[in-house]
């Protein structure tokens, strides 16, 4: 079923399209949880995977990389799609308010438009907020420390003033700092539009992404990064 109207055409191309569902739908998670918890699975956690019967590095890399897939696959995503599909079939084919309460109308009827509505929308707009300073929140310690390990390299002496410890008072000006240039470039975005800063900064960020992954592969060991390892525990 399309889910605008029947004669429209998209407003975006698939990469564009793809681009934005991948920036919005994952955000920090992926570079958090994306390398942390397959590593954490992999050394951290492994001796708590006694239920299989792994017996070299090879099977333990590939378990822990199956663990992290099984929890970013179909059922994590099916939380934005059913929001997601819910919202656009009224808003775009019925022409109602992008709101939450406009998702149950369909099984609710007109007792969307007052207090069960007005409740909905208050648990929507909770919960987002408070996913979303999380993800910040997580996000702003992850370029902290990026920022600290370019800066200092390996335990050697820092360049700048940024600081090695998270609780010190010159840490937090740091994070609140970057909190700040985060919340300028997101405000930007939202207000040049959808077809501009949204669209553009989605591009700019999955081709970031799609960098430092080419990096990641071309510019160290790519055939020991590709190949099986089949050395024994």
């Known amino acids: 079923l399309k889910l605008g109207k029947d004669n429209e055409k998209p407003a975006f191309d698939n990469m564009t399209w793809f681009s934005m569902l991948f920036c919005s739908g994952i955000g920090i998670g992926l570079y958090m949880y994306?390398?942390?918890?397959?590593?954490?699975?992999?050394r951290g956690y492994g001796n708590k995977l006694y239920k299989t019967p792994w017996q070299n590095d090879d099977q333990f890399a590939q378990q822990a990389l199956f663990v992290t897939l099984y929890h970013w696959g179909f059922h994590a995503w099916g939380c934005y799609i059913l929001v997601a599909l819910t919202l656009a079939f009224v808003a775009h084919r019925w022409d109602?308010?992008?709101?939450?309460?406009?998702?149950?109308?369909?099984?609710?009827?007109?007792?969307?438009?007052?207090?069960?509505?007005?409740?909905?929308?208050?648990?929507?707009i909770a919960c987002t907020t408070f996913g979303v300073c999380t993800s910040l929140g997580m996000g702003v310690d992850i370029i902290f420390t990026g920022l600290r390990r370019l800066d200092c390299g390996h335990g050697g002496t820092c360049a700048s003033d940024i600081p090695t410890d998270h609780s010190t008072k010159g840490a937090r000006q740091w994070k609140a700092g970057i909190i700040c240039v985060i919340t300028l470039i997101a405000t930007l975005s939202v207000v040049t539009g959808l077809d501009k800063g949204l669209k553009r900064l989605s591009q700019l960020t999955f081709g970031l992404g799609n960098l430092l992954l080419f990096m990641l592969l071309y510019l160290d060991n790519t055939w020991f990064l590709l190949k099986d390892r089949k050395s024994v525990v």
Do not use: N, W
Not at 34 to 42: D, L, S, T
Not at 102 to 109: R, S, T, V, W, Y
């Open 34 to 42: 994306g390398v942390a918890e397959p590593i954490f699975y992999y």
């Open 96 to 124: 109602m308010p992008m709101t939450l309460r406009m998702a149950f109308f369909p099984l609710l009827g007109d007792v969307v438009h007052g207090l069960l509505g007005d409740f909905i929308d208050f648990i929507s």
